[in-house]
Every structure is written in structure tokens, then in C-alpha cells.
């Protein structure tokens, strides 16, 4: 049995991971944390309102997702308790998961900070790397909800950075292609090309898509629901009790 | 059994529909006619090398498959002379359409001028300009071989003309939405967003995808090969012979 | 304004629907009925706990998502007392459904029975229906949470009959095709095939596949949110109001 | 340079093996090999009717696309004169495989025998096997034309084999779900479902679908010509050149 705190359980991350840990055969929730909550118990396990309550506590697994402002120093309160963080709160610098995975080697502890636990998203990267090498023609279409401000989204554009990692760049398209209507052949991203659709109803969706001479590869995320990032927290909990250093990036704990 | 005529045999089109007249059991080839054949006898019909040798023959059809500088006035002879015109080349202007049905309707006699004759592509236009009126928001990705030239596609333009016909207008995405990198939210078409992808392998694909709270509605067509154009001549063929009077466009004989 | 009474309004369906109904320009709230309410008032609308308190009230159309026990009375008193009905249960036999039309058309008044409110799904049948006159080489795939017991879903088998009506029948595959693991080519329909998905994460989606010589036409509904149901309840409320007697199917009212 | 030989040069894949050879800067054809051949040139290069007359030809590669019954012998001769052999031909029995690496190892000599030289399907069940580790739910649609008469496909099945070695077996679906028709679920392998689509105009496609709660990973492959092997039959010269020993699948050759 694997013993867990959830830090930021009233969140709707946090919430979401309780019950995903009381769910698991294999997972024990001992203790939760929250700096809103009035209550001294819940779910059977003592609730604390600030993490010093919790030196000397026996626990192996400490899930976060607290806000930015508290996160690297709940990171390093875990690390020098002996509780191995799995992090799913976002905006450390890379100074600072320097110095965590330095404190984390040091201490000879696992630990996981992930700035996404789909797990199906971070394998829809993964293999689009590796596809991208054999096959360096590609475009990506990401669709989501009609609320979202940015396009590119943020997870395509990491997408074809990873792809940029290993593809030949070239031009993607016939040189002498003309737009009769601008932005019809989509954003540029070294030579590839992203094209961002927004409907209501969609969630959030990826399509990577390969072509070569007579056939053509389709890779596809769909994310329904936030509960589909617990599938990778759970997955950050197994492994993080099997190493002895935090690692940044689900996919560091991906056999591909 | 519809006896057919068809014109322009020899070219690639052509060819492929007298492949396909040969195969239904209700059409008859009777004749073919190429300025630049040589032989005088094809496929156990006569040969013709110039119109004028079709004067008072019998035929119910003429398929044209020819120039666009010969295709008016092959159209004109066809109507005044008793054959049925199913027309398949492009070019022509809208006086010359009007010309033609106006003939059509002093001769009583059906005939078809299709700028496309792709069955699956004229369906997916008409039941998006169907589906518009009740799915506003709607955004068109069409997918072709990377030798294109043109973005968007001429099938995805006409295609947002048709939906922009019942459409209530309006801007597609967040009234804030911006673009970190040029072009991501596509072209834009009276609100509508219509992007072009364009890799090898892939052929000629279309995807009109409507989204509407909690749900969306896609329509694609796929079009692998020219003998798919072949499947609309025949049921040009079998229309004209029963009406009596010219139209454009193959939707106008199909029941929807 | 079009004026609505709300009855089930206490259960998931009913309280969906009094948000749209809320959120409408064009639509007031003018009372809410359940059985099960305790309050007298509710969104600033008198509550009824029982029908007969809305003899005499005056409302334009009653929106009715309760048990298929007291649905064909509720739908009875509506049509009797002024109130067009908008009906979304189900489980009316074809004689109740007789009964109301005559009722209706004694009354002359608007209503709607629609076993499926799902406006994308209803167009997916209805388009499915006009593509298979063109294409009668079809086959279905729909795809559902693995919780769903039986297979194929109605939706697909309905979706299969409407093809039935206008289809040639015909054995889909090849003459000699072997299945080397039964039921590989899913279930058969009158010569056509089904087959089901059933994967956690998925809800309800179906896709309807055509194909013919060199092109594929492919007519896909996701369903997402039963929040999708209430576009089809807000297009009936707005028609009902037109018309002068009751319609059994959400695709009466659409102009395809 | 790369020294490449093609045996089976008359057919249709060697043909066109052909073609690619002469495309590649870094390759190039240095002889033919067909009995049925009847030129003692082509393409610039000396034509063979029989193998013993390449003893000691200047060559690195020896392609092969010619018939089942002589493919073990010509990869035999192939290594045995100095020749790595890139074979296309099928219908290897075990022991042939198993002696064949034997005399590579002594020969100290790179080669390939690939029974699917795509590389996008290759890529696709490697894919397919590393997200089952992490998405144990998974089903196959895989879709082809209807003149094809084994269903599921050869490469679905082997896309299951693959899978299976790496997924717990479970019951894909309900536990109590049922068939109202039966074979709606499909062929069941091992627990997974395989569903075979036939339809006028698809040529050879596959999709893996995997589902987990709240996410969906759908990985596709689209063949639409033979020339899609091509890019494997390169990639395969490129790398027998590289290694000491022949390789049983494409597979064997790709960094993932």
C-alpha cells in the first residue's frame, strides 16, 4: 500500500485526486491539506491547514496541486520529509526544478512534476516524435471549445517543438502554394503547419497528422473530461516510490 | 436502354466514362467523337471526328467530356439536335448557362451542366447548407496532396457560400481570441474559419464540422480517385432523359 | 414571447430545461410543475404540485420531462387546456400517439412527441437517409461508454431502418468473404452492417459510413452533454406555436 | 552510394521498387533480375534471367519482390555472394526465418525480410503496443474495400497479437451486455474487440482505439497505394548497410 497526503484537496484538481486514491486498491489516503479548510477530519484521515503540522508525519506519496505561489515550496518541504512529490500545480521556473531534482538527488528520492497528466496526451507527443522521424511531413489540427483565447494551443505548439527536435525542417506544402484567402494554410511553426478550430461543444481534441507517398498516419487525443489527468497521477504515484530523483515530464515514466 | 453519345472520348475523363457506359445494363454506347481519333470504328460503335457527322443521328445522351473552347457550342449542337447534354467540362459563363437553359426550354428537352461530379462531394455540400440553418457555428477543414496550389480549396469556398446563404452571420471563436502565431484560427469566410492541410498521400478530403452545446455534427467526404466523378454521370444520364428542360448543377436532380 | 410551463421540472432533464428556457430572449418562464416540489415558488414562477392547479392558466407551450406513467395524461391536459405540448419522455404506444394527434387536430393546436431531442443525431438520420438513395453501400459504427448493455444502440438501429426505407437491399461485403473470428463484420441489418464500440471515456457518437467507386462519405454525431437535448427542445417550443397539430419526430419541423 | 540489385524487377512491386531506387540520390540500380525477362538492359543497367550469373557482381543490396518459392533461395544466395538482402517476398516459414539469421550471423552481413514493408503500419502497431501498457482498453476497426474476403485483417490480428503481450486480458464492455443482433461487439481476440468494415472505395485502413476515463487515444492508418512501401523497402537499404545481421520486421530498424 501506497501511503498518500493530497495538498489542495478542496481544489477541483485536489478533490478529483481523493477520490481517484480512495478508488485504488493499492493507494492509502492518510492525510489531506488545504489552508482553506475548517474541518479536522474528512474522508477518515486528519486534515491539515499548514504543511509544518506535517513534519515527522509517515506518508510516501505527496500529490500537489496548491497554487504556483506555494507549490515549489510545498515541492521542497516534501522532499526534505521524505514524502516523494507528485506535482501537477504549473509555473516553476527551470531554476527551480534544477534545484528541486538537485535536492531530490541528494536526498536520494523519487518524485514527479508534470505540467500535463493526460496520459493519453503526453503519448500522442511521444509518438508524434517518433513517428515525425520517418515521416517529416506533418500538420496538426487541435480543436477546443470556442471560449479558449489562444491558438495555437499551448499543448500543439509543444507538440511540434518535440516534433522540431527530430524532423528534417522543411516547407510544408507546394512551393509555389498561394492562400486566396489569408491564414487558410494554418499557423508556422518551423516549416509545419497548426490549424486551430473552435466549436462549442468540443472540449479538447488533437490530431497529428503524418503524410508519405500513398499512405498517411493519424494520431488522435480526445479529452473529454478532467478526470482523464488522474489515469497519469496515479500512474506518477506508482513510479515515484521506484526512483531515487524527482523527474520533470510524465513521459520520463513512459517504457516506449 | 438510354443511348449514348460520348464526346471528347479519348481524353481521361472521357475514357473512364465510356468504361462506365459499357458497364450499366440500362445505357447503350452509340458513338464516340474525338477531333483526334484515328480509327474509325471504337468499342464497336462508330467514330466521329467532328460534330457535324452527328447531325440526324439517334442518341437519347451526350455526354461532353471535352475544351472548354468547344464545349458551348457542343452543348448548343447537342440541344439542337435532339441529344440530352450531360456536360462535365468546366468554363462556362453565366450568360452562356443562360443561353443554353433558355434553348433547353424552347426545345423541351433535359439536360445537366455539372461543374463537379463527385456524388459524395455535391451531398456533403447540400446537407451542410442544411445542417447551417440549425448548427450556426460550423468551420470547414479540407485536406490535400501537397502539389496544391490553391488554399483554400475551390469545394471548401463553394462550400461556405452555400452555408453563408442560411447562416445567421457571425464571428466563429472567443470575441477575444488572438493568435500567438499568424494564420492558427485559418481563413476567415463571413465568420466561418476554413483551414487548408496539405500532405503527400492524401488525395482530395473534406471535413465540415458543426459544434452546438454539448454535442457536434461532422460530415467528410473522401475522394480517392476520378472514377468516382463517374457514379454522378450516370445519374446525370438517367435524369436528363426525363425532364425537360437544362440544369446546372447535379443537386438539382437529387431528392433531399 | 412565447410563454412556457415547465412540468418535471425538479429532475435532470426538467432543470436543464429551465435554464434554457431562462437563458432564451424569446421564451418566458411562466410556471414549473413536479409532483415531488415543496417550495411555492422557484425561479421567480408560481410552483404547481399537481396539474389541475393549471386550468385556466395561460401559457403558450408545456415542456414535459416526466415519467412515461403520467406522460400520455400530462400530454392529454396540455392539448385540452390550451397549452401546446413539447414532450421529450418516452414510452408512448403508436395508439396513445394516434390519439394525441386526433386530439390535436380536433383542437387545432401545435405539439411535439420527439423520442430524441438530440438535434445532430436527427439530422445524422435524416442525411443518412437521403445518402443512402445515392450510396446504398453503407455500413454503421456507433461507439459508447463501456457501461452500455446492449448493442447496437437504438440510435443505430434506427438509424439502419430509415436507410432500410430507401436502400436496395443488398449483402454488404464480398460474396465469399469468411470471417476467420465470428462476428468481425458486426451485426447484420438487411444486408447492412453495425458494429458497436464500447471503451471507457467515449459517450455517445455514431458514425455512418458510405461508400461508392473511388470516394467515401461520412456522416459522424458525438454527443457529449445531455445539455445537446435542449437545441432540439428550444427549435420545438418555437414551432410548436406555428403549426396546428401534433408531430411525432423532432424531423417534422426541420426543413431539409 | 548504395549498390542496390532488384530481383523480381517485372512485377508490379519490383517495378516500382524500381522507380524508387532510381529517384534516391543515395542510391543506386546496378542490376535486374527476372526470369521472364527478355532485354539484356534496362534502365541503364544489365538485365538477368537467372541468379548464378551475379556470382561475384559488385553489389551492396539485393531487393527482392519475386515469388514465394524461390524468395528462400535467393536470400540464401543473396548473403552467401556478399549481397544484404531486403525481402518483400511473404510465405517464410519459421525455420527458413531461423537459418536465414544464422547465416547472416556468420556471414557477418546485414538484411531484412519484412512482411509489411508500410511504414505507417508498422509504425502504427508499435504504437498501438507501447499505449496498451497505459490504456489496457482497446478496440480495432480496421476498414477495407469489399472484394476483400478475410475478416478481421491480417494486420489487425497482429496488431491484437502485439497488444495482447502487453495488455492485462480483460472483457472489452459491460459485464452483462448483450446482442440484440448478433455480432454487434465484433470478433473478440483475447478480450479486445475487432470490427471489419467493407465498403466500395476505402483501399486499407486501420484504427486503435483507446479509451480510459474522461480520454480517448485513437492512433489511424491510411494506405492508399502500393508506393507507400516504398518508403519502408529505402529505409530498409539504408539500414542493412549499418548492421551484421538479418532483422525479421521493419520494426527491428526503427529508433521508437
Same mark, same amino acid.
Given at each position: #500500500? +501506497? ?9 477541483? #484538481?485536489?478533490?478529483? =485526486? ?5 478508488? $485504488?486498491?493499492?493507494?492509502?489516503? !492518510? ?10 477530519? @474528512?474522508?477518515?484521515?486528519? /486534515? ?10 509517515? =506518508? ?17 518541504? @516534501? ?6 512529490? !507528485? ?21 536520494? +528520492? ?10 493519453? =496526451? /503526453?503519448?500522442?507527443? %511521444?509518438? &508524434?516524435? $517518433? ?6 511531413? !506533418?500538420? +496538426? ?11 495555437? &494551443?499551448?499543448? @500543439? ?14 516547407? %510544408? ?18 516549416? #509545419?503547419?497548426?490549424?486551430? /478550430? ?5 472540449? @479538447?481534441? %488533437? ?15 480526445? &479529452? ?5 489527468? #488522474? ?26
Amino acid at each position: #500500500m +501506497i501511503k498518500v497526503i493530497i495538498a489542495g484537496y478542496k481544489g477541483r #484538481m485536489g478533490s478529483t =485526486a481523493v477520490n481517484m486514491v480512495l478508488e $485504488q486498491e493499492d493507494f492509502e489516503l !492518510v492525510g489531506v491539506l488545504d489552508p482553506f479548510a475548517k474541518e479536522k477530519e @474528512a474522508f477518515g484521515v486528519p /486534515v491539515f491547514t499548514d504543511k509544518s503540522e506535517l513534519v515527522g508525519f509517515s =506518508a510516501d506519496v505527496w500529490v500537489d496541486f496548491t497554487q504556483p505561489s506555494v507549490a515549489f515550496e510545498n515541492t521542497k518541504f @516534501a522532499l526534505e520529509n521524505g514524502f516523494r512529490p !507528485v506535482i501537477g500545480t504549473t509555473g516553476f521556473t527551470e531554476e527551480q526544478i534544477a534545484e528541486l531534482i538537485n535536492l531530490s538527488q541528494e536526498k536520494e +528520492i523519487g518524485g514527479l512534476i508534470a505540467p500535463n497528466f493526460a496520459l493519453g =496526451a /503526453v503519448l500522442l507527443m %511521444q509518438f &508524434s516524435k $517518433q513517428a515525425a522521424k520517418y515521416f517529416p511531413d !506533418v500538420e +496538426i489540427i487541435e480543436l477546443h471549445h470556442d471560449k479558449k483565447k489562444d491558438a495555437p &494551443s499551448g499543448t @500543439a505548439v509543444k507538440t511540434a517543438e518535440l516534433i522540431a527536435e527530430v524532423r528534417v525542417e522543411h516547407h %510544408q506544402g507546394a512551393d509555389d502554394e498561394e492562400e486566396s484567402i489569408a491564414g487558410a494554410r494554418g499557423a508556422e511553426f518551423e516549416g #509545419m503547419r497548426i490549424h486551430s /478550430v473552435r466549436l462549442p461543444g468540443l472540449v @479538447a481534441h %488533437q490530431e497529428v497528422l503524418f503524410g508519405s507517398a500513398g499512405e498517411g498516419l493519424t494520431l488522435r487525443h480526445d &479529452s473529454y473530461d478532467r478526470v482523464s489527468f #488522474m489515469t497519469g497521477v496515479a500512474l506518477g504515484i506508482r513510479e515515484v516510490v521506484k526512483v531515487h530523483e524527482l523527474k520533470y515530464g510524465l513521459e520520463h515514466f513512459l517504457e516506449l
